[in-house]
């Protein structure tokens, strides 16, 4: 079964600095997709970034973007001049290729702080 | 993109009643829905995966007797928590996906908070 894990439950960072947010996981399959959202203090799940494994290319989104690393399994998240509204919670998500199956494995979430 | 939308937002229901929790798309059909729980500072739990005309897969764990899921149209899915207890305090969350979309596509509904006193 996949795993996805997040080591970090908490981060704080200084307005308009640089933080990464850490993830693994764990698969078998070749084919699959990766996500970073982000869940403000409203609750609403907001897609941040998505990640296709058989893309060599890093993704990226404006002021975010990740550090895809298929052989050691790990995508973290890079934001990038930090901005008061980005604090939340950080979610890495998984899914499987297979079209029959688009459940998504959820880490257990990074909250980040961001220091004015 | 793609809407969902849940209602109510919040709920407050007393031990022992029902309440059904209503997940739309608005502007898409939506061949599956996914509901899931959130507990507090953690993250999401899924309950179950409903396509539509067919009965909902529920995970292990989860009681089918007690959160009853219907998905009878391309644009709704119902959650109903039956004999609700205060355990069942939690914030519900849908998601959605439809025909046709990218196989990465799945869109959220902004949640229902049920207190149970």
């Known amino acids: 079964a996949q795993t996805v894990t997040q080591s970090q439950p908490e981060m704080s960072v200084q307005e308009a600095e640089t933080v990464t947010l850490s993830c693994t996981y764990d698969?078998?399959?070749?084919?699959?997709?990766l996500f970073w959202y982000k869940q403000p203090p409203s609750r609403q799940m907001i897609l941040v970034i998505r990640?296709?494994?058989?893309k060599q290319q890093n993704a990226t989104e404006n002021r975010f973007s990740v550090n895809f690393q298929k052989a050691a399994k790990s995508f973290s998240l890079k934001i990038s001049d930090s901005q008061l509204g980005d604090a939340a919670m950080y979610f890495c998500?998984?899914?499987?290729?297979?079209?029959?199956?688009?459940?998504?494995?959820w880490g257990a979430g990074t909250k980040l702080i961001i220091k004015p | 993109g793609a809407v969902v939308s849940q209602h109510p937002s919040r709920v407050i229901c007393k031990s022992g009643t029902s309440v059904k929790i209503e997940c739309r798309s608005l502007?898409?059909?939506?061949?599956?829905m996914f509901w899931y729980r959130q507990f507090p500072k953690q993250s999401l739990m899924l309950m179950a995966t409903?396509?539509?005309?067919?009965?909902?897969?529920?995970e292990q764990g989860v009681e089918k007797d007690k959160f009853l899921i219907n998905h009878a149209s391309l644009t709704l899915s119902t959650l109903t928590v039956t004999s609700a207890h205060p355990e069942d305090s939690s914030f519900y969350i849908c998601?959605?996906?439809?025909?046709?979309?990218?196989?990465?596509?799945?869109?959220f509904g902004p949640g229902t908070r049920l207190t149970v006193t």
């Open positions: 998601s959605a996906r439809g025909l046709g979309q990218a196989p990465y596509e799945q869109y």
């Open positions: 502007d898409f059909q939506a061949t599956t």
């Open positions: 409903s396509n539509e005309g067919s009965k909902a897969t529920y």
């Open positions: 698969t078998s399959e070749s084919d699959y997709y």
């Open positions: 990640q296709e494994a058989y």
């Open positions: 998500a998984y899914r499987s290729g297979r079209h029959s199956n688009y459940q998504l494995i």
